[in-house]
């Protein structure tokens, strides 16, 4: 038995914690700074309605994920050992929808309660998500061969553009 505590895993377990921690942030945190200003009206209504939005297809888009994943969910970003390459249903518009729909998730969530600091919660954890998601495609490249053909045809994050 390795004595490695299960946090700092070889399959990237830590990264679980972190972005726990970071999604905690986003719903939890701090919401604003003495000084900053409030949002006003059309603002405020606008950011709700788009906070909203946003909230429904991001959840949506984490839900249908996880479903379509199937058995091949893990809690850690490293692939399962009898693990298949998903390339439909979600993950035919971006390779990682369960981060994306995470993110847009707490955007939606800064815009719905209007506040600047929380969208800067929510850029953070994009920034990580981004970086967790690099890591776990070089397992995956690793485990299956057809995963840089797949790669070059679907967006990591946002669909068409990044």
Same mark, same amino acid.
């Given at each position: ?32 700074? #003495?000084?900053? #200003? ?58 990682? #929808? ?46 299956? #061969? ?17």
């Amino acid at each position: 038995m390795s004595s490695t505590p299960w946090w700092k895993g070889v399959h990237g377990e830590w990264y679980v914690v972190a972005q726990a921690a970071l999604f905690g942030l986003v719903l939890f945190g701090p919401r604003t700074m #003495p000084g900053w #200003p409030a949002w006003i009206l059309p603002y405020a209504l606008l950011g709700s309605i788009v906070g909203g939005i946003a909230m429904l297809i991001g959840g949506l888009g984490f839900v249908a994920s996880i479903a379509r994943l199937g058995t091949n969910l893990t809690a850690a970003p490293y692939p399962k050992e009898q693990g298949t390459l998903i390339e439909t249903g979600p993950y035919c518009f971006v390779r990682h #929808p369960m981060y994306s729909g995470m993110i847009l998730f707490a955007l939606g969530w800064a815009f719905w309660i209007h506040s600047w600091l929380t969208i800067g919660y929510a850029i953070v954890l994009f920034v990580f998500l981004d970086i967790k998601a690099r890591r776990e495609e070089k397992w995956l490249m690793e485990k299956f #061969p057809g995963y840089p053909f797949y790669q070059a045809r679907v967006r990591k994050l946002i669909p068409f553009v990044y």
